[in-house]
């Protein structure tokens, strides 16, 4: 189980899954685009019920890994994701590759 921080909450979910989260959520920031995302996942050690994410670009997101198992099934969630992912990288094609310099805001417009 991989363990999802999010709005200051953290929860458990399936290592697949969490890993396809990050992933989304890079795609979504380096298009400046947004996304809700519905995925299980278990709060300390209650129940699993459905969480959902707004994945943006000014989304904060981490996970680390856990050793205890998730124990329920993530499979649609991950199918969701993953035909996501496909969706929008086939729409944006190769503008996500080989982001130069030029695209980092080094904010000194701001001093």
Do not use: C, H
């Amino acid at each position: 189980m991989k363990r999802i921080r999010y709005a200051e909450r953290e929860f458990g979910t399936d290592d697949r899954l969490a890993d396809l989260v990050l992933e989304y959520a890079a795609l979504l920031a380096r298009s400046n685009s947004a996304d809700t995302v519905t995925i299980p996942g278990r709060f300390g050690t209650g129940e699993v019920e459905e969480v959902a994410l707004l994945i943006g670009p000014a989304s904060q997101i981490t996970a680390r890994s856990d050793a205890e198992a998730f124990g329920s099934d993530a499979s649609a969630a991950i199918a969701d994701l993953e035909r996501r992912i496909r969706r929008f990288s086939s729409n944006i094609g190769d503008s996500t590759e080989g982001l130069g310099p030029e695209a980092i805001d080094d904010f000194d417009d701001l001093a």
